[in-house]
């Protein structure tokens, strides 16, 4: 080999025979792009980085120039460098650089791995090994020859785990132990690896070893990305626990291919030479990523589709899909939302998917490691949103489309989509429209193609009236695109536009037709179900959807699922300057009442079936406009706000941007129970933020006191409870001022709340007083019952058990009067809570049973959540630690999904309690030891202090010094909080004496 790049720069076989830096840094460029020309301005940037000098390209010159001249003193032919209009590039067969051996070679041994001959996989993988003396490139400092050369040194320790993986089927584990061990120290967050280090431990009968592997790897996971190990690593885990790993190695456990790509579409016309460049790239030199970009409508979702199907049988573990919406009328999905519907695809349940970005793309790549997976990334914004989502293995293919080129990334081959030629546009005109009739007038249908600019959207549209229209001659299509009007100017192909095409199709619909098409384009979300289209359009059900058919048949619509349509973004947007006309100017404004006049309805009136009786006693409505269409969609219940959650966003965003500030903040309201319980709260925050200053923008100051109110809910959520009580304190100050009684109660009863939550017990009960004043004055009874559910749980938690009892039969007998099954279930429960607190503990398991159906019935996963905790609490206590265990798993798992942090800190203290009465010791110091940084982050006292005295039972046997340095701890934080662990921690310190 002449050329050496895995390991430090080598040419001829020697390391110094270039040594002069810039020289180096070039020929390090040219040889990581053999094959292909470097253009002037990527070697200008490796070599200078932010700072090139006026002469850089000058000096270019000599720098190439000084490589010749020393490559040819080594026998290599003067023209092994080449020169090109746009940069340089260097010639070398495939036998004359190491990479592309090594890539040969490890090419080969996969197929010997899947012919099923180990042995000789084992050989060619080891040769390929052989190959690397040392990090690609070391000792070039360019960030630009860095970052390429990680993307080899990944590779390499890829085809390290593939070769383990064979060596391990072959028994060889005792000679793999020191390697791994390394390749562990040095790539320490690297699951795959350690879990091999595992296996090979294992099956030299080195379990504690084994164990010892993952106890670190699990602290390393935590500190530095704050997620416990992946599933496979923690299943492999419990395998070494219980003795069941044979020595075979690791266990060939099926996966479940994932196809998650849309259907090719079966006239995919023209693209030939595209296709099969493409196609070349992947598979013979290893392109993994695929950036296709173009105007809109150009096909290149087609093409990458197309490109998936054709390569799909390479790739066999995950085909996934994404449209991240980078231009549509939706905002773009960030990296953290687009990860997250990935894990989705791969089958990654909610509770593992984590709230933070790095997070996350830890997951993604740990989920990705080891499958060979296809990814389309469709509808790319810009380079900063799709970076973060590139896996870095080297068995996945990533193909990326947008409509601007993507030149901030590092990697890729950039693949711009021109128009179809005229005779790709004409064979896809008579796939669409018949081959023998197009053919019958080819002049005509050269006419029809250049109109429509030869773009393929257009075309296809065009195509789509003459198989609809078989009295038309192509000639009368031809004629009907030059005399059409109101083109798209943003779109245009030369002279033509696609808005010709999409006059034409819109020309051709009735006048009811026309008019349900430029009002849909006022529809923010990516779909729509009939009803919206009546409630929009003013129309009977059955007449609306005559009218959608006659869309979906003139493809200015697409019905994706039985009652559910979408439209193109581009159409939309000619939908949308259509109703911008003059003639058409004056619908716009009802149109848009309609529109959130139905949401709003839909919205409230599925509220009110999963909120308390007080929370819809505040919030009133007049009749609906369309009884019968509200009736119809609120009857498919909490999967109604699911379904269309980014639509009910977007619509709050509409109405403050149009002027409908009622509407914003109604709707806002009306869908907060569904955010709250959901544990949406990032959205919970951005719309109550814009309900908020439409109240503002009205001056009604009793709307600005409830979206204060709700807004502050979120942070409570979130465990901020600072920001929650400084957004109530607001509204408990305008309302006081402006004598609005029924806001006061209630934010004072979610006042006191948040102050008891926050450990203040004296001040949540002052509010708690003052609301009960107001309260009974009004007597307003289901106002009563919600504070007495604040009052009781607070008093429960200040430990004053009788008086929490006394209020919770008072609540549970108002509940039940009031008949509110939500306040019932919350009664039942912290009743269920007092009692097991006051050592009845038969009927506290019978109430908390109640309870908890109750919550599941309504749908509230925090309730579920807090009452799993209590009766695994039970549990333990009867001496089951290990049912305790899988209770507190299944109440951490509900917290997460409503976002609730001090819950899940509460449901891991626990959890950590249990798996101390296992007899785990060090799972439960190291559970608690990081409940406690969490705790710490968000300022909850309690849970820091349950915290500080589970770690001293874990030390009191080992370390009784240190176990009483976290009781004193603890001890200080439960008395600042007045809570009646303290007794017990007082208790526990006398026994160190």
Not at 143 to 172: F, K, N, P
Not at 278 to 304: C, W
Not at 716 to 740: P, T
């Amino acid at each position: 080999m002449r050329f050496g790049i895995l390991g430090p720069l080598r040419v001829g076989g020697g390391e110094a025979t270039v040594t002069a830096g810039r020289d180096r840094v070039v020929l390090a460029m040219l040889l990581l792009r053999a094959g292909r020309v470097v253009p002037v301005e990527d070697l200008v940037d490796a070599v200078w980085e932010e700072r090139p000098p006026a002469t850089a390209k000058a000096q270019l010159h000599s720098c190439v120039s000084r490589l010749r001249q020393r490559l040819a003193a080594l026998g290599l032919p003067a023209d092994v460098i080449v020169t090109d209009p746009v940069g340089y590039g260097i010639r070398v067969e495939p036998a004359d650089l190491d990479f592309e051996v090594f890539a040969r070679t490890v090419e080969a041994a996969r197929a010997a791995v899947a012919a099923g001959q180990p042995a000789e996989a084992r050989r060619h993988y080891r040769q390929a090994l052989g190959l690397w003396r040392g990090p690609a490139l070391s000792g070039i400092r360019s960030r630009a020859v860095r970052r390429r050369a990680q993307t080899l040194d990944e590779q390499r320790l890829a085809a390290l785990e593939e070769c383990v993986d064979v060596e391990l089927r072959l028994r060889q584990a005792a000679d793999l132990v020191d390697e791994l061990a390394e390749s562990v120290d040095r790539h320490p967050l690297r699951e795959r690896l350690r879990g091999q280090l595992m296996l090979a431990l294992s099956a030299m009968g080195r379990q504690a070893d084994a164990l010892a592997v993952y106890r670190e790897g699990r602290r390393i996971y935590a500190e530095e990305l704050g997620i416990e190990p992946g599933a496979a690593l923690q299943e492999l885990h419990q395998r070494v626990l219980a003795g069941d790993l044979a020595l075979g190695g690791p266990e060939n456990r099926a996966v479940a291919p994932v196809r998650s790509l849309p259907r090719a579409i079966s006239d995919f016309t023209g693209r030939q030479q595209t296709v099969a460049r493409l196609v070349k790239e992947i598979e013979e030199e290893g392109a993994r990523i695929q950036l296709i970009d173009g105007m809109a409508g150009s096909g290149k979702t087609a093409l990458a589709v197309h490109v998936a199907a054709a390569l799909a049988d390479r790739y066999p573990d995950a085909h996934l899909f994404v449209d991240l919406h980078g231009h549509s009328e939706r905002t773009p999905l960030t990296p953290a939302a687009a990860v997250a519907t990935l894990l989705r695809q791969l089958g990654v349940p909610a509770e593992r998917v984590p709230l933070d970005l790095d997070d996350r793309l830890a997951v993604w790549r740990s989920e990705l490691s080891g499958r060979r997976a296809l990814v389309v990334l469709d509808n790319a914004a810009g380079a900063d949103q799709v970076a973060p989502l590139l896996p870095t293995g080297p068995d996945c293919l990533v193909l990326i489309t947008s409509r601007r080129r993507l030149v901030g990334l590092d990697e890729g081959r950039p693949s711009s989509l021109p128009v179809l030629d005229p005779d790709e546009g004409i064979e896809l005109l008579g796939r669409v429209a018949g081959q023998e009739r197009v053919a019958a007038e080819p002049q005509a249908a050269a006419e029809v193609v250049r109109r429509c600019g030869y773009l393929p959207l257009a075309i296809r549209l065009a195509g789509a009236r003459l198989a609809h229209r078989p009295s038309w001659r192509v000639a009368d299509l031809a004629e009907r695109l030059v005399t059409g009007g109101g083109p798209l100017a943003e779109l245009a192909a030369g002279q033509r536009s696609v808005g010709q095409a999409f006059a034409l199709s819109y020309a051709q619909v009735s006048p009811a037709a026309q008019r349900m098409f430029r009002l849909l384009g006022l529809h923010p979300g990516v779909r729509f179900d009939n009803r919206v289209a009546a409630a929009l359009a003013e129309l009977p059900l059955p007449e609306t959807q005559d009218l959608l058919d006659e869309l979906v048949d003139s493809h200015l619509a697409e019905e994706v699922e039985p009652g559910r349509y979408r439209l193109h973004d581009l159409i939309r947007e000619y939908a949308r300057r259509l109703l911008a006309e003059p003639e058409h100017a004056a619908e716009r404004a009802p149109a848009i009442e309609r529109l959130l006049d139905y949401h709003l309805h839909v919205a409230a009136t599925i509220s009110r079936t999963i909120e308390s009786a007080g929370s819809r006693s505040r919030f009133r409505l007049p009749d609906p406009p369309r009884p019968e269409l509200v009736a119809a969609s609120a009857a498919q219940g909490r999967g109604w706000f699911d379904e269309n959650r980014a639509a009910l966003t977007l619509l709050i965003r509409l109405a403050e941007a149009e002027g409908f500030l009622r509407h914003c903040w109604q709707l806002t309201r009306a869908c907060w129970r569904s955010h709250f319980n959901g544990g949406h709260l990032d959205e919970l925050i951005e719309t109550h933020t814009v309900g908020l200053r439409a109240a503002e923008r009205l001056g009604d100051d009793e709307a600005v006191a409830v979206m204060l109110n709700y807004l502050s809910s979120a942070y409570y959520r979130l465990a901020r409870f600072g920001e929650a009580i400084r957004l109530m304190e607001l509204g408990l100050d305008l309302v006081r001022r402006r004598g609005l009684r029924d806001e006061m109660r209630n934010t004072l009863g979610n006042l006191g709340a948040s102050y008891a939550a926050n450990g203040d017990f004296q001040r949540s009960k002052e509010c708690f007083d003052e609301s009960s004043t107001l309260i009974r004055i009004a007597a307003e009874t289901a106002e009563l019952a919600n504070l007495l559910n604040n009052l009781s749980f607070a008093l429960l938690c200040w430990g004053r058990q009788e008086e929490a009892l006394r209020i919770g039969r008072q609540h549970l007998l108002l509940a039940r009067q009031v008949d509110d099954r939500i306040q019932l279930a919350h009664a039942v429960g912290h009743v269920g809570m007092i009692r097991h607190r006051m050592g009845d503990v038969a009927p506290a398991r019978r109430l908390l049973r109640a309870a908890l159906q109750l919550k599941r019935n309504a749908g509230n996963r925090f309730g579920e959540g807090e009452v799993l905790n209590e009766l695994a609490v039970m549990e333990r206590a009867a001496g089951r630690p290990e049912v305790a265990a899988a209770m507190h798993r299944e109440a951490l798992v509900a917290m997460m999904e409503v976002g609730d942090r001090i819950g899940q800190c509460a449901s891991r203290n626990l959890l950590a309690r249990a798996i101390l009465d296992q007899g785990d010791v060090s799972s439960a110091l190291d559970l608690h030891r990081r409940v406690l940084t969490d705790a710490t982050r968000l300022g909850a006292r309690y849970e820091q202090a349950r915290a500080l005295d589970g770690i001293a039972r874990c030390l009191r046997a080992s370390d009784p010094a240190a176990a009483r340095s976290h009781w004193m701890r603890a001890l200080a934080l439960f008395r600042q909080v007045e809570s009646p662990d303290q007794h017990e921690v007082v208790r526990l310190l006398a026994e160190l004496d």
